[in-house]
């Protein structure tokens, strides 16, 4: 499983990243894959309100932006981790906040459905240096129209008060046992999850189509990953199309290689789609081919063949799976 970890404050190491690393280490502790990112140290340009995303279904500012987009798609748990500026998360998440926007329109506007969205789950991690009622108001809202748009189901925040010396939060009697149980709560459930990797030469179509609906149709029981022998640079802008047309939103995925994919956990079966000799087996692991012709280059009536096939097989695979014990 993979956990994003947004920081916010613009103190690099300060309270609100002693809190974040506490989260995440203990979910590393159980076995997740996680990504600390510092937002305060990311080029993210303010949303421009042009319009291209509502028109488009992406946005076409260049900045590192692009680079976040994928792993939100990616991640099992997004963890939104802010100091509060005026009852609010700071300027630098509020422009990452912001340019999320695409993802929303591409679910509501364009009518698309990530696979993982059915799955995600997103938190709120909060300090503020007063003790006002209403302190953490503003920023739940915000969080929770966020996770939204990103595609995860909030489930809630833990918020400290009367946080703002360096060292406050390493200092309170209970903040540091809290995160760390509720990560413990949060990751327990994902990683009683099969996981199944589904591989092919260049992890840009086959493979990614087959990912995509493992985790669209079982991903609270299956962790779908999927890799090539060979990746490409990108994945094929048809097979795109032809899940467009079943409503699957496989936008910021990009091909990745089995070696990357095997390094953080051993999968339980590799399933391969008509590669042979090209994908390498992993010792103890079960192995199950699906012989399947490669659809690229072939007309765009073959990919769609091929789609409808990937969907097929990998529903009946989840109703097998279902229906055996244990």
Request: net charge positive; glycine share 8%; hydrophobic share 35%.
């Amino acid at each position: 499983m993979f956990i994003l970890g947004l920081q916010g404050s613009p103190r690099i190491k300060g309270n609100t990243s002693v809190l974040l690393s506490a989260f995440l280490g203990e979910a590393e502790r159980f076995g997740a894959q996680t990504t600390y990112l510092d937002v305060p140290e990311k080029n993210i340009v303010p949303c421009q309100e042009c319009g291209t995303c509502e028109k488009k279904g992406f946005c076409p500012i260049d900045d590192d932006m692009q680079e976040i987009y994928p792993l939100l798609r990616r991640a099992d748990i997004i963890l939104m981790a802010t100091p509060i500026f005026f009852y609010g998360p700071t300027a630098q998440m509020k422009a990452l906040i912001d340019r999320s926007q695409v993802l929303w329109t591409r679910k509501y506007v364009h009518r698309l459905t990530d696979p993982g969205r059915k799955w995600r789950d997103g938190f709120l991690l909060a300090l503020g240096a007063t003790k006002g009622k209403n302190l953490f108001e503003g920023v739940n809202l915000t969080a929770k129209y966020f996770f939204d748009a990103v595609g995860a189901s909030f489930k809630g925040s833990i918020a400290y008060r009367r946080i703002e010396e360096s060292g406050d939060i390493k200092k309170h009697p209970t903040a540091l046992p809290d995160v760390k149980e509720k990560a413990r709560e949060f990751v327990t459930p994902f990683l009683d999850r099969k996981k199944i990797l589904f591989v092919c030469t260049e992890n840009a179509c086959r493979s990614q189509m087959a990912s995509a609906f493992a985790r669209h149709y079982a991903g609270d029981k299956i962790e779908a990953e999927s890799a090539g022998s060979i990746p490409a640079d990108k994945v094929n802008p048809i097979m795109e199309e032809v899940m467009r047309e079943k409503g699957i939103d496989i936008a910021y995925l990009k091909p990745k290689s089995i070696e990357n994919i095997s390094r953080f956990r051993k999968p339980d079966l590799i399933i391969s789609m008509g590669c042979k000799d090209a994908c390498p087996l992993f010792p103890g692991v079960k192995n199950e081919e699906w012989n399947m012709e490669d659809p690229a280059g072939k007309p765009i009536s073959f990919m769609r063949e091929t789609r409808d096939e990937i969907e097929r097989r990998v529903t009946g695979f989840v109703t097998l799976k279902e229906s055996v014990p244990g």
